[in-house]
């Protein structure tokens, strides 16, 4: 039973610490695009990378109000014409009883939800955009190995690993014959919008922190029971997990080149 409390408690501290870590990451990464591409493009630079990204980051949060039984009072996808006066590109409102422990645990997810959501559909974007050379992606991330690291507690090198799985990633968009097409360009162009507005908010981050208890406990009896009745929960958690900060890490990659690309187009704004 100590062995399945043990790796209870890991599973809880790599899915939580991870979520957040790569959350903020990628909301310092947002803020460095919105920042050059309101200077070099003015709004038409928001709204044409948000229409997508925003959307979907706060469909993401709606979505999870619906499954944890929140009552949602207010959804505004993506506001163009209000975020004029505070900046806020898009919000979903919502509350919920005090007491209940599902609507509880339903304020962490609601919080993160974009990270999950957003890393699933840039999956399928991926997988969309290479077709047959899908499987290659899936080399490069190599699951397996990634949670032979994890389970080693080999941490630094499991993160030189997916830095590397997101390089090489970035390398094979670049060099797919779909970067030349109609359909590859839209896709790819879906791709970059979600990524940059795959971000943890200061209020996504400050909604989720106080059920991280219930959601550690959870995910500890989760742990024992299962692994008691001798189902494989640890392995399929950390998998899905591992394979979704992959994605992340991805995200991250393809987000940095285009930081440097919205850099350049704020220098070239600001000479006309």
Do not use: W
Not at 21 to 44: A, C, S, V
Not at 232 to 241: D, E, K, V, Y
């Amino acid at each position: 039973m100590k062995l399945f409390l043990f790796a209870g408690l890991f599973n809880a501290a790599y899915f939580i610490l991870g979520t957040f870590l790569f959350g903020l990451i990628l909301n310092f990464i947002e803020d460095k695009n919105i920042y050059y591409l309101q200077n070099g493009l003015g709004r038409k630079g928001i709204i044409i990378t948000g229409i997508i990204g925003v959307t979907i980051h706060e469909l993401s949060h709606y979505i999870a109000c619906k499954i944890f039984l929140h009552d949602v009072e207010k959804v505004e996808l993506f506001r163009i014409s209000k975020s004029k006066s505070d900046g806020v590109l898009g919000r979903v409102v919502h509350s919920r009883e005090k007491g209940n422990i599902y609507k509880m645990i339903g304020d962490f997810f609601i919080g993160v939800a974009p990270i999950i959501i957003g890393s699933f559909l840039v999956y399928i974007l991926i997988n969309i955009y290479l077709g047959s050379e899908f499987r290659i992606f899936n080399m490069i991330v190599n699951i397996d190995e990634s949670i032979e690291m994890i389970n080693n507690l080999e941490i630094i090198k499991f993160f030189m690993h997916i830095i590397m799985a997101g390089i090489n990633t970035l390398f094979l968009i670049l060099n797919s014959p779909s970067l030349f097409s109609i359909k590859g360009i839209i896709v790819l162009f879906a791709i970059y919008s979600i990524c940059i507005h795959l971000s943890l908010s200061k209020a996504d981050i400050e909604n989720s922190k106080s059920a991280i208890p219930i959601v550690t406990f959870i995910i500890l009896i989760a742990s024992v029971v299962f692994g008691m009745l001798g189902i494989n929960f640890n392995g399929i958690f950390i998998r899905l997990i591992t394979y979704m900060f992959s994605i992340m890490a991805t995200c991250i990659i393809i987000s940095i080149p285009v930081t440097a690309l919205s850099m350049l187009i704020a220098a070239i704004g600001s000479r006309f």
